[in-house]
C-alpha cells in the first residue's frame, strides 16, 4: 500500500514540476524513478528472489533461471526509461547487453554438461 502511496505523491509532484519547470521533469523523473525502484528492488524483488532460489535449491540451475529472470526485468524496465527519453539506440544496446551477457553466463554453465553430451554422441556414432 505505502508503494501506491509513494507513486501517487510522485506522480503529482511530477505533474507539478512538468508545469512549472518543464526542462527539468525529464531528470527529476528518472530520479524519482530510481528512488522508487530501488525502494521496490531493495524491500520486495531481492527477497522474493532470494527466497525462490533458497526454495528450489536442489534443482539443476534454479539459482540462474531465477537471476536471469531478474536481470531480464531490470533490463525491460532500463529499456523502458531510456525508449521515454528518446534514446532507443541506447535502449536496444543496453538490451543486446544483457542478452548477451546472459547467453555467456549460461554457456559457462552449461560447457561441462555439452561437453558430456558431446562425448556420449560420439561414442554412440
Request: proline share 3%.
Amino acid at each position: 500500500m505505502k508503494y501506491l502511496i509513494f507513486a501517487t505523491v510522485c506522480m503529482l509532484l511530477l505533474n507539478f514540476i512538468k508545469g512549472a519547470i518543464g526542462k527539468l521533469h525529464p531528470i527529476i523523473s528518472i530520479i524519482f524513478f530510481f528512488l522508487f525502484f530501488a525502494q521496490v528492488y531493495t524491500l520486495i524483488l531481492f527477497p522474493l528472489f532470494s527466497e525462490l532460489v533458497t526454495i528450489t535449491d536442489g534443482i539443476p540451475y534454479s539459482k540462474l533461471l531465477a537471476y536471469t529472470a531478474l536481470l531480464l526485468l531490470l533490463s525491460h524496465l532500463v529499456k523502458a526509461i531510456l525508449e521515454e527519453q528518446d534514446y532507443s539506440a541506447i535502449a536496444e544496446g543496453v538490451d543486446i547487453a544483457v542478452r548477451g551477457s546472459l547467453v555467456l553466463i549460461w554457456l559457462q554453465q552449461l560447457k561441462p554438461a555439452m561437453t558430456q553430451l558431446t562425448v556420449l554422441l560420439q561414442k554412440l556414432s
